[in-house]
């Protein structure tokens, strides 16, 4: 949620839109949208008279709601709602189209980033900006490049057309001084198999840097060539200063699925750290031509593990250990940038990251960067298929008998990076599974969704994992300070704000998704005591 002039604005798990008094929980308004899918947020504008609160949801609609009432406004589009298949090439009507994050909020823009498909055609990845006031387009930027469009050049022959991905589905960062928007995009479609789409493939797997205003390209950098992983950029990239030199250097730090943080400069997108161009295995696969090489930080050093090998077969029993042994035998294995295949390859780290689109919290006064990640493998077999030439069987998890993930733990981690030094402050253990705790196992950490906030008195706040727990860790050592039992799991970013007098933290619980644990639909507050 976001806390603006004592009010909380959240979406729910059934994507209502309410508004509840931040000190007590009280609910002032709500709107129901009837929208199918997931979201994660809404976003505020003001001009001093006029408020609004803003979400686009995957019903491939744009909402305008007055900020003290509830009601749609009248100004904004038809009724309050704009319809963002209309204008949009090609045909939206059969595909699907919308939005799971908050949208972005500079001056009088609002700006969107888009769920696509990712398999075969289907809508853009394009990034578009709308007048708060109107609900009118003002910009947009084409994440494939069309005809006499910078970048077209990395789609040869007509391999651009129709062509989905390349999207901003993870949402955005705006830099209000410098005029600046950030995003991260995913994977271009389809996401394992790339023969129709040779090269480079721009502005997928991109962090790139817009003019707010204009939507104009000012800088990209591409963090994966040619996916053929599903290795989206999920988050868009935190806005931190950086010590170079002896001077202040304002950076973006963009944390991957691949368990990599790239820190770039703010304005040109030069990479602070040295990044090398290190050989990357070729696809087996008929038709395809993986990227010979793939840009890789040399700090800070991967947050998440970057091969799987024997010697990373999970250690939790002896019968666990054997087992996952034996599949191993039967499937393409090795580092990161192991091409899925006929055959099975594993894929490490897995289609959950590394980071995931929560990304990552920053300390100014530390310089620590914090991020939650995960390390469980899964397989990717492809098979042919008519229309897309190969695609993939399934998402196939790679577990031991037990149903825990194939690798040895830990499986879910939380890091603290020091980004002048690139290096880790700590990592720590994040989660874990009670029956393994009894059995005399140290904690494993589980798989995690939902992110990190930092406070100013050195608290890490954390849900996400499949314990179904909220946790505050010490910034400084990674020392768990506290942790509480969720109704459901927090897979979700915390805030903190105050209001009455005391200090909150609120989280919300929708549990479900990736993780399989019982759904719920609630937030949950903790206060400081009075």
Same mark, same amino acid.
């Given at each position: 949620?976001?806390?603006?002039?004592?009010? @909380? +604005?959240?979406?729910?798990?059934?994507?209502?839109?309410?508004?509840?008094?931040?000190? %007590? /929980?009280?609910?002032?308004?709500?709107?129901?949208?009837?929208?199918?899918?997931?979201?994660?947020?809404?976003?505020?504008?003001?001009? /001093?008279?006029?408020?609004?609160?803003?979400?686009?949801?995957?019903?491939?609609?744009?909402?305008?709601?007055?900020? @003290?009432?509830?009601?749609?406004?009248?100004?904004?589009?038809?009724?309050?709602?704009?319809?963002?298949?209309?204008?949009?090439?090609?045909?939206?009507?059969?595909?699907?189209?919308?939005?799971?994050?908050?949208?972005?909020?500079?001056?009088?823009?609002?700006?969107?980033? *888009?769920?696509?498909?990712?398999?075969?055609?289907?809508?853009?990845? %394009? @990034?578009?900006?709308?007048?708060?006031?109107?609900?009118?387009?003002?910009?947009?930027?084409?994440?494939?490049?069309?005809?006499?469009?910078?970048?077209?050049?990395?789609?040869?022959?007509?391999?651009?057309?129709?062509?989905?991905?390349?999207?901003?589905?993870?949402?955005?960062?705006?830099?209000?001084?410098?005029?600046?928007?950030?995003?991260?995009?995913?994977?271009?479609?389809?996401?394992? +198999?790339?023969?129709?789409?040779?090269?480079?493939?721009?502005?997928?797997?991109?962090?790139?840097?817009?003019?707010?205003?204009?939507?104009? !390209?000012?800088?990209?950098?591409?963090?994966?060539?040619?996916?053929?992983?599903?290795?989206?950029?999920?988050?868009?990239?935190?806005?931190?200063?950086?010590? !170079?030199?002896?001077?202040?250097?304002?950076?973006?730090?963009?944390?991957?699925? %691949?368990? +990599?943080? &790239?820190?770039?400069?703010?304005?040109?997108?030069?990479?602070?750290?040295?990044?090398?161009?290190?050989?990357?295995?070729?696809?087996?696969?008929?038709?395809?031509?993986?990227?010979?090489?793939?840009?890789?930080?040399?700090?800070?050093?991967?947050?998440? !593990?970057?091969?799987?090998?024997?010697?990373?077969?999970?250690?939790?029993?002896?019968?666990?250990?054997?087992?996952?042994?034996?599949?191993?035998?039967?499937?393409?294995?090795? /580092?990161?940038?192991?091409?899925?295949?006929?055959?099975?390859?594993?894929? %490490?780290?897995?289609?959950?990251?590394?980071?995931?689109?929560?990304?990552?919290?920053?300390?100014?006064?530390?310089?620590?960067?914090?991020?939650?990640?995960?390390?469980?493998?899964?397989?990717?077999?492809?098979?042919?298929?008519?229309?897309?030439? &190969?695609?993939?069987?399934?998402?196939?998890?790679?577990?031991?008998?037990?149903?825990?993930?194939?690798?040895?733990?830990?499986?879910?981690?939380?890091?603290?990076?020091?980004?002048?030094?690139?290096?880790?402050?700590?990592?720590?253990?994040?989660?874990? *599974?009670?029956?393994?705790?009894?059995?005399?196992?140290?904690?494993?950490?589980?798989?995690?969704?939902?992110?990190?906030?930092?406070?100013?008195?050195?608290?890490? *706040?954390?849900?996400?994992?499949?314990?179904? !727990?909220?946790?505050?860790?010490?910034?400084?050592?990674?020392?768990?300070?506290?942790?509480?039992?969720?109704?459901?799991?927090? &897979?979700?970013?915390?805030?903190? &704000?105050?209001?009455?007098?005391?200090?909150?933290?609120?989280?919300?619980?929708?549990?479900?998704?990736? @993780?399989?644990?019982?759904?719920?639909?609630?937030?949950?507050?903790?206060?400081?005591?009075?």
């Amino acid at each position: 949620p976001i806390m603006v002039d004592g009010i @909380l +604005y959240l979406t729910t798990a059934r994507c209502d839109v309410v508004a509840l008094e931040a000190a %007590t /929980g009280r609910e002032i308004w709500r709107y129901r949208t009837g929208a199918p899918g997931v979201n994660r947020g809404v976003a505020y504008w003001t001009d /001093g008279t006029s408020r609004r609160v803003l979400v686009s949801l995957q019903d491939g609609n744009l909402y305008s709601l007055d900020a @003290l009432t509830g009601r749609p406004d009248p100004e904004f589009g038809e009724g309050g709602i704009v319809d963002l298949r209309r204008g949009m090439t090609p045909d939206l009507s059969r595909h699907s189209y919308g939005s799971s994050s908050a949208p972005a909020v500079f001056e009088d823009l609002v700006i969107l980033g *888009f769920v696509s498909t990712e398999a075969g055609p289907g809508a853009p990845g %394009t @990034l578009r900006a709308f007048d708060v006031r109107s609900g009118r387009e003002r910009w947009r930027f084409n994440t494939v490049p069309q005809p006499g469009e910078w970048g077209h050049d990395t789609w040869p022959g007509e391999s651009w057309k129709d062509r989905a991905g390349a999207n901003a589905w993870g949402g955005f960062t705006v830099d209000e001084k410098n005029g600046l928007v950030f995003c991260g995009t995913g994977s271009a479609a389809s996401d394992f +198999y790339g023969a129709d789409r040779p090269g480079p493939n721009l502005f997928a797997n991109c962090t790139l840097a817009l003019d707010a205003r204009t939507g104009r !390209r000012l800088w990209h950098f591409q963090t994966v060539r040619h996916d053929l992983w599903d290795r989206d950029n999920p988050c868009p990239p935190v806005l931190v200063t950086v010590k !170079r030199n002896g001077r202040a250097v304002e950076a973006v730090a963009q944390v991957t699925k %691949t368990g +990599y943080c &790239y820190v770039l400069d703010r304005t040109t997108g030069a990479p602070l750290f040295p990044v090398e161009d290190r050989p990357a295995p070729p696809s087996d696969v008929p038709g395809e031509r993986a990227s010979p090489a793939q840009p890789i930080p040399v700090r800070p050093p991967p947050f998440a !593990r970057q091969q799987f090998t024997e010697a990373e077969a999970t250690d939790i029993t002896p019968e666990s250990r054997a087992a996952v042994l034996a599949q191993l035998k039967g499937l393409r294995h090795g /580092g990161a940038w192991e091409p899925p295949s006929l055959r099975g390859s594993v894929i %490490t780290p897995g289609f959950h990251g590394g980071a995931t689109w929560s990304g990552a919290s920053w300390d100014p006064e530390s310089g620590l960067l914090f991020v939650n990640s995960n390390n469980t493998p899964w397989v990717a077999t492809l098979v042919p298929d008519s229309t897309l030439g &190969y695609n993939i069987t399934g998402y196939h998890y790679f577990k031991d008998p037990l149903g825990y993930p194939a690798i040895r733990p830990p499986w879910g981690l939380l890091t603290a990076i020091d980004l002048n030094r690139g290096e880790f402050a700590w990592q720590s253990v994040l989660g874990e *599974f009670p029956e393994l705790r009894a059995r005399g196992i140290p904690p494993t950490g589980t798989e995690n969704f939902g992110g990190t906030i930092v406070t100013a008195g050195g608290l890490v *706040f954390i849900g996400g994992t499949k314990d179904e !727990r909220f946790r505050a860790f010490d910034s400084r050592t990674g020392r768990v300070l506290w942790e509480h039992p969720l109704p459901a799991g927090g &897979y979700a970013t915390p805030c903190t &704000y105050s209001a009455g007098g005391r200090q909150f933290v609120v989280i919300a619980c929708g549990g479900g998704g990736k @993780l399989g644990t019982p759904s719920g639909d609630s937030y949950i507050a903790f206060a400081l005591p009075r």
